[in-house]
């Protein structure tokens, strides 16, 4: 699978190239949006679900021992990152398995620890609900091997730093 984060259109686009790239192919499936015409962040609706993306920016997968494929999404816009487990397959508009960054998959604001509403504005020392569960813009997502552990990182561009989840299973 090619994964392409479209950013100003709110979806990720997947290409299945098993049988190659070719110039022009379109992509087999969309993460987001629930088809390949609608392009409204949130599908149109003022908060996100488990479905909806506003503007995705990283994209990356990784496999499970079992061979399982996982789909990741770095949401920029809902600050948060998502992850589809595909084990059930793929389908256009998809919900995704795992929400990063937020409490659950219906909020929005940045370094919202607890989901009550308060959030850390960026060179305002007096709200500090940053934390090793909150995120900012997250801008980019990669999973590495590190010795016998399997490692999610997530550039947190506004809260200036890379986060690391072991994802190890």
């Given at each position: 699978?090619?994964?392409?984060?479209?950013?100003?259109?709110?979806?990720?686009?997947?290409?299945?190239?098993?049988?190659?790239?070719?110039?022009?192919?379109?992509a087999s499936y969309v993460l987001g949006q629930p088809d390949f015409a609608a392009v409204s962040?949130?599908?149109?609706?003022?908060?996100?679900?488990?479905?909806?993306?506003?503007?995705?920016?990283?994209?990356?997968?990784?496999?499970?021992?079992?061979?399982?494929?996982?789909?990741?999404?770095?949401?920029r816009g809902n600050h948060r990152v998502l992850l589809y487990n595909t084990a059930g397959g793929?389908?256009?508009?998809?919900?995704?398995?795992?929400?990063?960054?937020?409490?659950?998959?219906?909020?929005?604001?940045?370094?919202?620890?607890?989901?009550?509403?308060?959030?850390?504005?960026?060179?305002?020392?007096?709200?500090?609900?940053?934390?090793?569960?909150?995120?900012?813009?997250?801008?980019?997502?990669?999973?590495?091997?590190?010795?016998?552990?399997?490692?999610?990182?997530?550039?947190?561009?506004?809260?200036?730093?890379?986060?690391?989840?072991?994802?190890?299973?």
């Amino acid at each position: 699978w090619l994964l392409v984060a479209d950013s100003s259109n709110n979806r990720v686009l997947v290409y299945d190239v098993t049988a190659g790239v070719s110039d022009g192919m379109s992509a087999s499936y969309v993460l987001g949006q629930p088809d390949f015409a609608a392009v409204s962040a949130n599908q149109g609706n003022l908060a996100p679900d488990a479905g909806t993306l506003n503007t995705p920016k990283g994209v990356g997968g990784y496999v499970e021992a079992d061979g399982t494929l996982w789909l990741l999404v770095a949401d920029r816009g809902n600050h948060r990152v998502l992850l589809y487990n595909t084990a059930g397959g793929l389908s256009n508009g998809m919900a995704a398995t795992t929400v990063l960054g937020q409490v659950n998959a219906t909020l929005a604001l940045p370094n919202d620890a607890n989901g009550d509403g308060t959030v850390y504005i960026s060179g305002c020392s007096s709200v500090t609900d940053v934390s090793a569960a909150t995120l900012s813009k997250p801008k980019a997502v990669l999973v590495a091997d590190v010795g016998s552990s399997a490692f999610l990182f997530v550039s947190d561009t506004d809260n200036n730093r890379v986060l690391a989840w072991d994802i190890t299973t």
